[in-house]
Nanobody, 119 residues
Framework: QVQLVESGGGLVQPGGSLGLSCAASGSIFSIRAMGWYRQAPGKQRELVAAITRGGTIDYADSVKGRFTISRDNAKNTGYLQMNSLKPEDTAVYYC?????????????WGQGTQVTVSS
């Protein structure tokens, strides 16, 4: 069974940093494009950052200059480094990826990890 397992969320003070990881497991050949999304209470899920397998990156305007997305193709793992965190960054963060599996490409979501920015 294919899974995307996220880790690294938690509570941090404004101005602090957190790093998230998203590891793919199961019978996959590779990760194609992957992205990080977030959903705050009462709001729609939004794209935070995305990265292709070749390394092309895109960020939401609200996180440019503060967040960094990266990936390790050999480990089938993606990362989101979040610096200078603000209270408005508080949300559940989800990993999403296009996975190359036997039979083709499937889109998969992680279970989500809570990030809370508060003093």
């Amino acid at each position: 069974q294919v899974q995307l397992v996220e880790s690294g969320g938690g509570l941090v003070q404004p101005g602090g940093s957190l790093g998230l990881s998203c590891a793919a497991s199961g019978s996959i050949f590779s990760i194609r494009a992957m992205g990080w999304y977030r959903q705050a209470p009462g709001k729609q899920r939004e794209l935070v950052a995305a990265i292709t397998r070749g390394g092309t990156i895109d960020y939401a305007d609200s996180v440019k200059g503060r967040f960094t997305i990266s990936r390790d193709n050999a480990k089938n793992t993606g990362y989101l480094q979040m610096n200078s965190l603000k209270p408005e960054d508080t949300a559940v963060y989800y990993c999403n990826a296009d996975l190359h599996v036997r039979g083709g490409i499937i889109n998969h979501w992680g279970q989500g990890t809570q990030v809370t920015v508060s003093s």
